[in-house]
């Protein structure tokens, strides 16, 4: 099972540091923790996670007790094992998710996570840039110019408290502003239903930066399309004998080398569905019907 090696070759310079020591074998299969399982479930996924050769889990200390889930399940951790998290937002008094850009908060946070963890590094954290939706949007001191940010994110670096540091709900123009402080990977939303990020993954293809697409499988909020209720997925998943989940990752991990996947679960058996999918090869009849069903995909700039 090949999941995220490039983050443990730190052998280069921080912006090669994520490379894959030999030729990318397909890609990562991450998975989120500290959804609404119980905790004995919660716990037991992560640990079947990692028994399946699961070696990147995607996390944050805003999403409240993912990270203890994590380290009661898996710490000490096995070598192999990338945590990636993200900086940028925290809980209010009353829970509430905020916008925290300020080099300092990102600074905290990262502090926060490697204390939650139970870690001296994180193996990346993603800056998550809340310039736009989804979610929480920022307004006046949060506001953060990007430079300062990774300013300080590169400081904690060198610090050797982050391995490598991503960027998450950028625009294509962000990134290439951010790639001379050497960026891992770029975790933005993305799916077959909606691929307002495609000029994203554009610049993260010229670029060679890996792809995370956040919402594989068109997320578990209300509201959202999801990639199980679209007949077109349905149709192509029951003449390939799979799933409709199965095809929207196997579609995912075709349209680019450098994808980690990172579908969330509650589920076992969706978990170990969702591993599967790595084996899943669609035909080009079926991808090119993929490729169609997503309203709108901009190939320009899109975001500030
Ligand atoms: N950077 C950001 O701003 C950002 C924002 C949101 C999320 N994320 C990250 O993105 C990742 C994925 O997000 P997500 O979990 O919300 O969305 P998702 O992976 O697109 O969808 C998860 C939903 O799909 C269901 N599901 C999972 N596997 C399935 C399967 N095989 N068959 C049918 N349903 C299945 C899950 O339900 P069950 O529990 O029943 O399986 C859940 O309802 C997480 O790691 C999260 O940390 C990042």
């Known amino acids: 099972m090949t999941l995220d090696r490039r983050i443990h070759d730190d052998s280069s310079e921080p912006a090669d540091r994520f490379r894959p020591p030999g030729p990318s074998l ?37 999403y409240g007790e ?28 009353g829970g509430k998710l905020i916008p925290a850009q300020r080099p300092d908060e990102l600074r905290a946070q990262v502090d926060a ?8 590094q994180v193996g990346v954290v993603n800056l998550r840039r809340v310039d736009a939706p989804p979610g929480i949007v920022a307004a006046g001191e949060q506001r953060v110019d990007l430079d300062d940010q990774l300013a300080e994110l590169a400081a904690l670096r060198d610090a050797d408290k982050i391995g490598g540091i991503g960027l998450s ?31 994203v993954l554009e610049a993260c293809r010229h670029h060679g930066v890996a792809w ?7 997320s578990g909020m209300t509201g959202r399309p999801k990639v199980s209720d679209n ?17 929207a990752l196997a579609w995912l991990l075709a349209s680019y080398d450098e994808t980690l996947l990172i579908p969330g679960t509650s589920s076992a058996a969706h978990l170990a569905e969702n591993l599967a999918a790595g084996d899943v090869t669609l035909p080009e009849s079926a991808i090119a019907t993929l490729d169609r069903l997503a309203p709108d995909v901009p190939r320009k700039e899109s975001q500030p």
Do not use: W
């Not at 962000?174 to 960026?183: R, T």
């Not at 995370?212 to 068109?218: A, I, Y």
């Open 212 to 218: 995370v697409p956040f919402f594989p499988l068109g």
């Open 169 to 199: 709900n950028v625009s294509a123009g962000q990134l290439a502003q951010a790639l001379p402080a050497g960026i891992a990977c770029v975790q933005n939303l993305y799916n077959m239903l909606d691929r307002t990020a495609e000029s």
């Open 66 to 93: 993912a990270n203890g889930l994590i380290r009661d399940a898996l710490a000490p951790y096995p070598g192999d094992l990338v945590l990636a998290t993200k900086v940028g937002a925290d809980r209010d008094a």
């Open 231 to 247: 007949p077109a997925v349905l149709a192509i998943a029951a003449e390939l004998g799979v799933t409709a989940g199965q095809v």
């Open 26 to 62: 397909r890609a990562g299969r991450h998975r989120r923790a500290g959804r609404a399982a119980g905790r004995d479930t919660a716990l037991a996924i992560l640990r079947q996670a990692v028994r399946a050769g699961v070696n990147h889990i995607d996390t944050a200390h805003f």
């Open 113 to 120: 996570n490697l204390a939650a963890l139970g870690v001296e």
